[in-house]
Nanobody, 122 residues
Framework: QVQIVESGGGLVQPGGSLRLSCAAS????????IGWFRQAPGKEREAVSC?????????VYSDSVKGRFTISRDDAENLVFLQMNSLKPEDTAVYYC??????????????RGQGTQVTVSS
């Protein structure tokens, strides 16, 4: 049974940092690309970042987070991380860890977790 569980969200002040974690089970994470997308109230879902797998660990970031967020993966532990620095109020959203099924880094509900809330506010 595929299971994806995010953790690490919370309330942080503008300029602060958070590290999100994603624990995958029921499948071999190393055989798949993996990523994060976010959903803010009243806004469209946005793919934040994705990382490839195997011999092609290409990383992509949305323009809105480039230079501030860093995605990484630990296939031995079936874990994925999103280090978020210099957080802004507009980063406030529910963050989902997901498997990009279509080959592109686009939000996909086929395999994703339940999300973790990130709130950036003073």
């Amino acid at each position: 049974q595929v299971q994806i569980v995010e953790s690490g969200g919370g309330l942080v002040q503008p300029g602060g940092s958070l590290r999100l974690s994603c624990a995958a089970s029921g499948f071999t994470l190393g055989d798949y690309a993996i990523g994060w997308f976010r959903q803010a109230p009243g806004k469209e879902r946005e793919a934040v970042s994705c990382i490839g797998f195997g011999d092609d660990t290409t990383i992509v970031y949305s323009d809105s987070v480039k230079g501030r967020f860093t995605i990484s993966r630990d296939d031995a532990e079936n874990l994925v991380f999103l280090q978020m620095n210099s957080l802004k109020p507009e980063d406030t959203a529910v963050y989902y860890c997901f498997v990009p099924e279509g080959g592109d880094c686009e939000p996909d509900d086929t395999y994703r977790g339940q999300g973790t809330q990130v709130t950036v506010s003073s």
